[in-house]
């Protein structure tokens, strides 16, 4: 059971979230708003075409890692939680946007998407968190640094850069 892609990234998350989707599948889902509102209690959560991934906090940039397989992975170890959703993507690529800010670039060179298996078009998306105690050392930060000056506190939060951490792996899901 190979890995067959992976991408890592560290970004804030605009609005507390992010969603995976095929890019060609444009336009809201009925389902948006009850998924990103599930996402909320589970961490993620998924329409038929979308899946939202919410994250504790939204004042200091997250870890993310993406991994494409051709058959289910191992369960990693050491994450906090573990949540799966399935997701279609019909053209077999998957990308990832920050909610307020677009698709993201995986790679230095600009891609922005993940192939998936051939003749892949319905995936379970495995989702790891840890380090989900950042929201309350970013309350303590703020509490203890509320009047340093603007560059003082921005430093104090930067220390917990990518502290709150995420696995997504992707593999192709049995079909109906």
Same mark, same amino acid.
């Given at each position: 059971m190979p890995r067959l892609a992976h991408a890592t990234l560290q970004?804030? %998350?605009?609005?507390?979230?992010?969603?995976?989707?095929d890019p060609d599948v444009l336009g809201e889902d009925p389902d948006d708003s009850t998924a990103l509102a599930a996402s909320r209690k589970t961490m993620i959560a998924a329409t038929t075409h979308r899946a939202y991934l919410q994250t504790t906090q939204r004042a200091v940039s997250v870890h993310i890692t993406l991994e494409v397989?051709?058959?289910?992975?191992? %369960?990693a170890t050491d994450w906090d939680e573990r949540h799966e959703v399935t997701l279609t993507c019909p053209t077999g690529r998957l990308l990832i946007e920050n909610t307020g800010d677009g698709p993201i670039p995986l790679d230095p060179h600009?891609?922005?998407?993940?192939t998936l298996p051939p003749g892949t078009t319905r995936i379970n998306l495995?989702?790891?968190?840890?380090?989900?105690d950042t929201r309350a050392e970013v309350e303590r930060i703020t509490m203890q640094h509320s009047t340093a000056s603007f560059d003082e506190f921005r430093a104090h939060l930067r220390t917990l850069d990518g502290r709150e951490r995420y696995l997504l792996q992707a593999w192709p899901a049995e079909l109906y």
């Open positions: 970004r804030l %998350a605009e609005y507390g979230s992010f969603f995976l989707h397989w051709d058959t289910e992975p191992a %369960a600009g891609q922005r998407e993940l495995r989702a790891y968190a840890r380090g989900n």
